[in-house]
């Protein structure tokens, strides 16, 4: 480049604005090497675009000598929509730019201006099951969901018929977006229903297993299962009571899942019996996912999550031996976060098999605390969020180190909204030499939020998937309120999100007005 002033003869498929700023900050030409840098950025970034990437004289300073050594080798250049896109450090990734939104319709962000605007007042969402259950019955089934529709499950759901689902997901590809389905089906206390209810939710696990490898959606599926949809909440939270005094051998639950007629401890006749079907159900997943899709078990309450982790990690031990198929998921929010992560970390390496995880932060706060108070016990979750942040972020250097020591033995994905986690993460992975678009780190985000993020991820090479529920609005209305609750914080708090969309719509409007004038 410093041999030509012609900026004609440069392809615009060999760089990208991101990479010709950081390498302009970085060497700071003088002269005919200064102008001809200049030019270049002239050529290919709109003013808009440079407002957004060329920092301050300061952010030379935040780049430091080692990105200048490790950028061309740590970030390769990814095919991405047909474009080639090379890859940009962390101190890059301010989520401030509202052109990630330029994929987005008209409609889409004014859908999403209205869901998020609604989502603000606490009230609507503490009482949504109520006030959908009210609209129901005022105005009808069919006017409800043609009220519905178009709206809130628009904006969260993927859609209802096989159609509609690959319609989003070869959108969600066309964006670089990778899917992890999610049947929205689970149970909590009091509301188990029977086998029967627990063989057809069996049947649609199986269904989304299918539905994940054979569209050819990502090259990497991943799929979410939630245990107590397929073994009873009840018979999860006495199993959680019986771990504290009897020590359950991982052997023993592979065989049940291979067949075997086994007796655990402390259960009655009927659960046992409730309890080997559960934990063939399990093992029927296990047998369609291995070697195609990725199954991410999630958490869920700490009455019931230590007989969760039990069960999860006797499918890592049938299933994980030569990569991690089955994922578990640690919740940082409590306490005792990362002593559990490095107990699962150690029983992988006792037993000999891969790892796999899902780091989030957790979203059954206020119902923990609430239920510790209840039962006169001390509050599992930390005390303030900076206590939370603080077990994240060493949970996520942890896991990121023995990514980088046995990337074929552990895999993660970084499974949040927070964009300093998310920024931290990319820093680390620069340090630690984890490609970006490598299977053994990916980020998540929910469907339908953190948009922002996730696009900006995306656009820079970074493996990024979204949780995508899908089905009726009746069979996803349960699941959304729930949804809703446990990220009431979250919904709260995307000011930004809203802020970003609203000015793509601006920016949209002033544009049509100018070409109609």
């Not at 010709?20 to 290919?44: E, N, Q």
């Not at 229903?193 to 989304?208: I, V």
Request: with cysteine; glycine share 6%; aromatic share 8%.
């Amino acid at each position: 480049m410093s041999q030509s002033s012609d900026v004609s003869v440069i392809n615009r498929q060999t760089l990208s604005a991101p990479f010709i700023c950081y390498v302009f900050i970085c060497t700071r030409p003088t002269g005919a090497g200064s102008a001809v840098c200049l030019s270049v950025i002239k050529h290919f970034i709109p003013a808009v675009e440079m407002c957004s990437l060329l920092r301050p004289p300061a952010l030379s300073r935040l780049i430091c000598v080692r990105l200048k050594t490790v950028a061309a080798s740590q970030f390769p250049a990814a095919k991405r929509s047909g474009e080639l896109k090379n890859p940009s450090p962390a101190a890059y990734l301010q989520f401030e730019d509202p052109q990630a939104f330029r994929v987005k319709s008209l409609w889409e962000l004014i859908r999403a201006l209205g869901v998020f605007r609604l989502c603000s007042f606490p009230v609507l969402v503490n009482n949504c099951g109520k006030l959908m259950s009210f609209s129901r019955r005022v105005l009808g089934k069919r006017c409800f969901c043609m009220v519905l529709r178009p709206s809130v499950y628009a904006q969260f759901v993927a859609g209802e018929t096989e159609g509609e689902i690959a319609d989003s997901m070869q959108k969600m590809s066309s964006l670089g977006l990778h899917p992890m389905l999610a049947v929205p089906i689970e149970e909590d206390l009091g509301e188990s229903t029977g086998e029967k209810r627990y063989e057809d939710n069996l049947s649609a696990m199986l269904e989304c297993v299918l539905m994940s490898h054979s569209n050819g959606w990502s090259n990497n599926p991943m799929m979410q299962l939630k245990i107590t949809a397929l073994v009873s909440p009840e018979l999860c939270v006495k199993l959680t009571s019986l771990l504290k005094t009897e020590l359950y051998d991982l052997n023993l639950l592979v065989k049940a899942m291979d067949g075997e007629e086994v007796l655990f401890p402390g259960l009655t006749e009927s659960e046992n019996t409730h309890l080997l079907f559960g934990l063939r159900r399990l093992n029927k997943i296990g047998e369609a996912s291995v070697n195609k899709v990725r199954v991410l078990v999630d958490a869920e309450y700490t009455y019931m999550n230590p007989a969760l982790s039990l069960i999860t990690m006797a499918m890592m031990k049938k299933f994980n031996q030569q990569s991690a198929w089955i994922w578990n998921t640690y919740q940082c929010y409590l306490k005792e976060s990362r002593n559990l992560l490095l107990d699962a970390v150690q029983t992988s390496i006792n037993q000999s098999f891969c790892f796999g995880v899902k780091l989030v932060r957790g979203a059954y706060m206020d119902k923990e605390r609430k239920l510790a108070e209840k039962e006169g016990r001390t509050d599992p979750i930390h005390e303030s969020w900076e206590h939370t942040n603080d077990s994240y972020n060493g949970c996520l250097e942890l896991m990121l180190k023995l990514i980088a020591e046995k990337p074929e033995r552990y895999m993660m994905i970084v499974a949040t909204h927070n964009e300093e986690s998310v920024r931290r993460a990319v820093t680390h992975m620069v340090e630690l030499g984890l490609h970006r678009d490598g299977n053994s780190v990916c980020f998540g985000q929910l469907l339908g939020m953190c948009d922002h993020v996730s696009l900006t991820l995306a656009q820079h090479g970074f493996s990024v998937y979204k949780s995508v529920p899908y089905g009726s609005v009746d069979d996803t209305l349960p699941y959304l309120v729930r949804r809703a609750q446990e990220n009431r914080t979250v919904l709260q708090g995307i000011r930004k999100e809203r802020d970003l969309l609203r000015q793509e719509l601006h920016r949209r409007l002033k544009e049509k007005i100018s070409r109609s004038t």
